[in-house]
């Protein structure tokens, strides 16, 4: 029977990946990949040798079809994203979607996602949270500033580097210089770093600090 193991690649430190995960990898048949060099990159590393087929956020539906026949017509497939978990925040959902749809055994194993240490690391409540992921750019983002405002629990937030700035920025318009955030960056890296404070704070340190690398974004729940 077919099966599509989706396997979490580690987010910076390579030391993150499981030996169950190396395992899988060794023993699939075929790894869908966000980024064929990324994930190449990751093999080498680790001395595996499997064939590399594209799965990105901009391929999803074109590749769907196939991607699904090529599963089907093998053992065990692998699903992995550049970073973290595949489905968060990456592609993978379609797929997933497909795959259940059409008989296919589906198996997630357990690893990084980079939202958790930075939620956990934050000092905010973490028993309940709302999980944002990455704001609309234009249509949709002043409504979820919005909602986000009038949530009592923690909210996280992905953002990229050059637009973190303008984020603390509309995050202090629309919920007020008082409210607390930490950016998590670069999670597991050498220069891994939390900043904690009030939004007014924290954006004030990175106009003068131009961040690089991935953010993971906390925002306190209202008062």
């Given at each position: 029977?077919?099966?599509?193991?989706?396997?979490?690649?580690?987010?910076?430190?390579?030391?993150?990946?499981?030996?169950?995960?190396?395992?899988?990898?060794?023993?699939?048949?075929?790894?869908?990949?966000?980024?064929?060099?990324?994930?190449?990159?990751?093999?080498?590393?680790?001395?595996?040798?499997?064939?590399?087929?594209?799965?990105?956020?901009?391929?999803?539906?074109?590749?769907?079809?196939?991607?699904?026949?090529?599963?089907?017509?093998?053992?065990?497939?692998?699903?992995?994203?550049d970073?973290?978990?595949?489905?968060?925040?990456?592609?993978?959902?379609?797929?997933?979607?497909?795959?259940?749809?059409?008989?296919?055994?589906?198996?997630?194993?357990?690893?990084?996602?980079?939202?958790?240490?930075?939620?956990?690391?934050?000092?905010?409540?973490?028993?309940?949270?709302?999980?944002?992921?990455?704001l609309?750019?234009?249509?949709?983002?002043?409504?979820?500033?919005k909602?986000i405002?009038?949530?009592?629990l923690?909210v996280?937030?992905?953002?990229s580097?050059?637009?973190?700035?303008?984020?603390?920025?509309?995050?202090?318009?629309?919920?007020?210089s008082?409210?607390?955030?930490?950016?998590?960056?670069?999670?597991t890296?050498?220069?891994?770093?939390?900043?904690?404070?009030?939004?007014?704070?924290?954006?004030?340190?990175?106009?003068?600090?131009?961040?690089?690398?991935?953010?993971?974004?906390?925002?306190a729940?209202?008062?």
């Amino acid at each position: 029977m077919a099966k599509l193991v989706i396997v979490p690649t580690p987010i910076g430190n390579l030391e993150d990946i499981t030996l169950r995960a190396l395992r899988i990898l060794r023993e699939c048949s075929v790894i869908f990949a966000e980024d064929t060099r990324v994930t190449g990159k990751l093999l080498k590393h680790f001395e595996i040798q499997q064939q590399l087929i594209s799965f990105h956020a901009n391929n999803e539906h074109k590749v769907l079809e196939r991607a699904i026949d090529k599963i089907l017509s093998v053992d065990t497939a692998v699903l992995v994203s550049d970073a973290g978990t595949p489905g968060i925040s990456d592609p993978g959902f379609l797929l997933v979607r497909a795959c259940i749809e059409h008989g296919v055994e589906v198996e997630c194993l357990p690893g990084p996602v980079a939202f958790v240490p930075a939620l956990v690391a934050s000092g905010f409540p973490c028993d309940k949270f709302m999980f944002e992921g990455f704001l609309p750019h234009k249509k949709g983002r002043q409504t979820r500033l919005k909602l986000i405002a009038e949530s009592e629990l923690t909210v996280v937030l992905y953002e990229s580097p050059h637009r973190l700035v303008k984020c603390l920025g509309q995050i202090e318009e629309f919920m007020g210089s008082e409210r607390e955030v930490c950016v998590a960056r670069e999670l597991t890296k050498i220069h891994e770093e939390y900043k904690r404070g009030k939004v007014s704070e924290v954006k004030k340190y990175y106009e003068t600090h131009p961040p690089k690398g991935e953010i993971v974004i906390l925002i306190a729940g209202r008062k």
